[in-house]
């Protein structure tokens, strides 16, 4: 089964100028699909499945992230506990149902709960999405901690991993051995950053880069075979503009596929 490349909605969007030209770059540029938000997509149920709708005119697949809190990282912090969570969890999936996406990634729970108190939520949460999620290692959450991140999952069987390894680096300021989760990862967000940065640009032709393709090479072991480039405006971003931006997750989209060309070949 072949590579399927996704870009995200994140910048992307700003540089073309609306996400119905984002979608139309996406096509051009032999993007599988796209991956955005609910917000993203439209401010009611209607708005979503027109853009939905959109995508499949174009022929792109459409992977939809859901949040349980703390809705697309804007505004500030605030606590909230595990119920709360859930219940905007369960708000979200039923939103997203119509939309028919091919994959949901799922930004769940809280960093600053107990672990135990994290890993009864992930037993809760995996109850209440569909067979077709993953759940992202994200800093903020307690899957952004890399070895909370293993223990939960020896406790959570059925938990699925969206996998973003940059998380991790910053979080643990150092490249960690995390092939025992690759067999847990249903989708990956390859943007390749190192112990400081979450994000490097192009070329990719470094020891960081070779971290996350020797990553990569263990989930498509796995059978992973999805990916969404998902670099990011500033202050991901250090230099550039919304037009560089684009380009970077293009040529990180050539990156991936030829790593993954050369896995394939056996090399």
Request: proline share 4%; charged share 25%.
């Amino acid at each position: 089964m072949a590579l399927r490349v996704f870009a995200s909605a994140w910048g992307n969007a700003t540089h073309w100028g609306s996400l119905r030209r984002l979608m139309d770059g996406l096509q051009f540029k032999g993007f599988a699909g796209l991956e955005a938000s609910l917000s993203d997509l439209g401010d009611d149920a209607d708005a979503r499945a027109a853009t939905a709708q959109q995508a499949r005119d174009r022929g792109l697949e459409l992977i939809v992230g859901l949040y349980s809190h703390w809705t697309d990282y804007e505004g500030t912090w605030a606590a909230a506990d595990p119920a709360e969570h859930l219940d905007q969890l369960r708000r979200q999936v039923d939103a997203c149902a119509a939309l028919e996406p091919m994959h949901i990634n799922v930004h769940a729970g809280c960093d600053s709960w107990p672990e135990d108190v994290s890993t009864r939520f992930f037993e809760d949460a995996q109850s209440i999405v569909p067979a077709n999620a993953s759940f992202e290692t994200h800093r903020g959450r307690p899957l952004g901690h890399a070895f909370q991140c293993e223990r939960i999952l020896d406790a959570v069987p059925g938990l699925r991993l969206t996998a973003d390894p940059s998380h991790w680096h910053v979080v643990h300021e150092r490249f960690l051995d995390m092939d025992a989760v690759a067999g847990r990862v249903d989708h990956v967000h390859a943007r390749v950053g190192n112990e400081e940065r979450p994000q490097l640009a192009a070329p990719f032709d470094d020891a960081a880069a070779d971290w996350h393709v020797a990553f990569w090479r263990k989930c498509w072991d796995a059978g992973a075979r999805t990916a969404c480039v998902e670099y990011g405006p500033a202050p991901y971003q250090l230099t550039g503009d919304f037009r560089d931006l684009w380009l970077q997750n293009c040529a990180a989209k050539d990156h991936i596929e030829e790593a993954f060309a050369a896995w394939e070949r056996g090399s």
